[in-house]
């Protein structure tokens, strides 16, 4: 089947202008103005005028096991459902572990992966979780990433987090070197993703790291750096030392009360102080567990990371906080896409994979998800579902 989608104006993410988009299987085949076919080669028709076309959404943080909850057994977050992705226009996911490595397990974000991938999903996994020493499936960090097709790095590694490990600079030095190793070998990201917990160390250990060892500073890559403004602060010198960071677009009023920035605004705050707008994501932390600790470190509340986030913040960024359509388009599509090493994601162009979104150029509402190659929303209305959905 042949798809050509007419007269969008294509971010790609660079504005393109209006243009025809043919999508032949699961591959964008040609980008151009008034594209014409000739034959007798059956072809479906979508008219894009009113709409953006934009890349699909890449997620380099998501639960998709669901996550343990702080709060004990029954707190434990749901797993994800394929729609919840497609409703976020999210067409790539990265599912970790956190803070719950016992009950939540690496076998099963496997076997989780591959279910959403034969559904129409593109799914890569971390080894490893929260926890240092690194828990593996192989024994070491470079032997899952080399040998095991899903690994494309390790983490989340906790640190600046009393539900953490506590590693010294020697240790998240030896993660570091490791998991480079095992990218370098094997041609996959090797990234170290980090969760960053709203410690004042902030992210000390790293810069530690990068000062006392060979390990470079970019093959980390923190997460949650919306925590607060001292924390963007420290995010901007790690921008300026080589690295890239992410934003967390979910969050609840609790945590925003205790002094989070909505993902939006931390994306503002950055680029009006000059930080490199290609070394900024956003990523959902879907179905991870929100907690929100009182002062004494008790818990207080808790709630559950959605899918829509990203772009919700995305469509924030645009309208709330003025930044621009392409801007705001390269933390949710290219940058992601670069620092999985996912060259086929998050652009529109020849031989680029088919995972698309078309928005309403007046309010960025979401009408229609292609998910390699196959529709999976249209009109608004969930066309394609998980098997038990």
Same mark, same amino acid.
């Given at each position: 089947?042949?798809?050509?989608?007419?007269?969008?104006?294509?971010?790609?993410?660079?504005?393109?202008?209006?243009?025809?988009?043919?999508?032949?299987?699961?591959?964008?085949?040609e980008?151009?103005?008034?594209?014409?076919?000739?034959?007798?080669?059956?072809?479906?028709?979508?008219?894009?005028?009113?709409?953006?076309?934009?890349?699909?959404?890449?997620?380099?943080?998501?639960?998709?096991?669901?996550?343990?909850?702080?709060?004990?057994?029954?707190?434990?977050?749901?797993?994800?459902?394929?729609?919840?992705?497609?409703?976020?226009?999210?067409?790539?996911?990265?599912?970790?572990?956190?803070?719950?490595?016992?009950s939540?397990?690496?076998?099963?974000?496997?076997?989780?992966?591959?279910?959403?991938?034969?559904?129409?999903?593109?799914?890569?996994?971390?080894?490893?979780?929260?926890?240092?020493?690194?828990?593996?499936?192989?024994g070491?960090?470079?032997?899952?990433?080399?040998?095991?097709?899903?690994?494309?790095?390790?983490?989340?590694?906790?640190?600046?987090?009393?539900?953490?490990?506590?590693?010294?600079?020697?240790?998240?030095?030896?993660?570091?070197?490791?998991?480079?190793?095992?990218?370098?070998?094997?041609?996959?990201? @090797?990234?170290? =993703?980090?969760?960053?917990?709203? !410690?004042?160390?902030? $992210?000390?250990? /790293?810069?530690?790291? #990068?000062?006392? *060892?060979?390990?470079?500073?970019?093959?980390?890559?923190?997460?949650?750096?919306?925590?607060?403004?001292?924390?963007?602060?420290?995010?901007?010198?790690?921008?300026?030392?080589?690295?890239?960071?992410?934003?967390?677009?979910?969050?609840?009023?609790?945590?925003?009360?205790?002094?989070?920035?909505?993902?939006?605004?931390?994306?503002?705050?950055?680029?009006?102080?000059?930080?490199?707008?290609?070394?900024?994501?956003?990523?959902?932390? @879907?179905?991870? =567990?929100?907690?929100?600790?009182? !002062?004494?470190?008790? $818990?207080?509340? /808790?709630?559950?990371? #959605?899918?829509? *986030?990203?772009?919700?913040?995305?469509?924030?960024?645009?309208?709330?906080?003025?930044?621009?359509?392409?801007?705001?388009?390269?933390?949710?599509?290219?940058?992601?896409?670069?620092?999985?090493?996912?060259?086929?994601?998050?652009?529109?162009?020849?031989?680029?994979?088919?995972?698309l979104?078309?928005?309403?150029?007046?309010?960025?509402?979401?009408t229609?998800v292609?998910?390699?190659g196959?529709?999976?929303?249209?009109?608004?209305e969930i066309?394609r579902?998980?098997?038990?959905?």
């Open positions: 089947m042949l798809t050509l989608i007419r007269g969008a104006h294509v971010l790609a993410p660079e504005d393109m202008g209006i243009q025809d988009v043919l999508v032949a299987g699961d591959t964008i085949l980008t151009g103005r008034d594209i014409r076919l000739s034959g007798n080669v059956a072809i479906e028709e979508i008219d894009g005028s009113g709409h953006y076309l934009t890349p699909g959404l890449v997620d380099t943080l998501s639960h998709i096991i669901g996550g343990g909850g702080e709060g004990g057994f029954h707190t434990r977050t749901p797993a994800m459902n394929f729609s919840d992705a497609i409703r976020g226009g999210v067409t790539t996911v990265t599912g970790v572990l956190g803070t719950d490595a016992i939540r397990t690496l076998p099963d974000l496997l076997a989780k992966a591959a279910g959403l991938e034969a559904e129409g999903l593109s799914v890569v996994c971390h080894t490893g979780s929260y926890q240092v020493p690194v828990r593996t499936l192989t070491s960090i470079q032997q899952d990433i080399m040998l095991i097709e899903k690994f494309v790095g390790v983490g989340e590694v906790a640190i600046s987090d009393h539900r953490g490990s506590q590693p010294d600079w020697r240790e998240m030095a030896r993660i570091g070197a490791e998991a480079r190793v095992g990218g370098l070998l094997s041609g996959k990201a @090797g990234v170290v =993703s980090i969760h960053v917990g709203d !410690s004042e160390d902030r $992210l000390d250990l /790293l810069f530690e790291v #990068a000062e006392k *060892s060979d390990v470079p500073l970019g093959q980390y890559y923190p997460t949650h750096i919306n925590r607060s403004t001292a924390l963007l602060d420290a995010g901007l010198r790690f921008i300026q030392g080589g690295g890239t960071i992410d934003l967390t677009a979910s969050h609840t009023p609790e945590i925003l009360a205790a002094g989070e920035i909505k993902c939006a605004s931390a994306l503002r705050y950055l680029l009006d102080h000059g930080a490199d707008e290609n070394r900024i994501t956003f990523s959902t932390d @879907g179905h991870a =567990s929100l907690p929100h600790f009182n !002062s004494d470190g008790v $818990l207080e509340s /808790l709630k559950v990371g #959605a899918m829509t *986030s990203m772009l919700e913040e995305f469509r924030d960024a645009v309208f709330e906080d003025g930044v621009s359509l392409t801007r705001a388009l390269k933390a949710v599509t290219t940058n992601p896409a670069r620092v999985l090493k996912l060259p086929n994601k998050g652009a529109i162009a020849s031989g680029k994979d088919a995972d979104l078309l928005l309403d150029q007046d309010s960025l509402t979401l229609h292609m998910a390699r196959r529709w999976c929303m249209e009109s608004q066309t579902k998980g098997t038990f959905e």
